[in-house]
């Protein structure tokens, strides 16, 4: 089954704010690290932004420090990125992960979701 499933993606134009959602069907979601990743039209995957299992460690790409922000509600088993002040240059498909902490920020991830396109348009 899917895991991981995001939403919340759409067409906006610059400045405008967007919030991506990341919605777990794994238990261990509550327990896992959470991680957001970014990939543009024909470039490499960039990671975002990453948070700990209690939602109080958080570390961000210097590209998106100070706009983007990253949340989970574990009660929901549901992750988020608030976006704001958005570019041009965040146009990509946005990807959430998951997957115990020390693994993930080592570039191992349990769990992927599908995906979801965001553009901005200027």
């Known amino acids: 089954q899917v895991q991981l499933v995001e939403s919340g993606g759409g067409l906006v134009q610059a400045v405008d704010s967007l919030r991506l959602t990341c919605a777990a069907s794994v238990r261990t979601f509550t327990l896992y690290g959470m991680v957001w990743f970014r990939q543009a039209p024909g470039k490499d995957r960039e990671f975002v932004a990453v948070?700990?299992?209690?939602?109080?460690?958080?570390v961000y790409a210097d590209s998106v420090k100070g706009r983007f922000t990253i949340t989970r509600d574990n009660a929901k088993n549901t992750g988020y990125l608030q976006m704001n002040s958005l570019k041009p240059e965040d146009t990509a498909v946005y990807y959430c992960?998951?997957?115990?902490?020390?693994?993930?920020?080592?570039?191992?991830?349990?769990?992927w979701g599908q995906g979801a396109q965001v553009t901005v348009s200027s």
């Open positions: 948070l700990s299992a209690t939602g109080r460690t958080a």
């Open positions: 992960a998951s997957g115990p902490y020390q693994n993930i920020t080592s570039g191992r991830v349990n769990y």
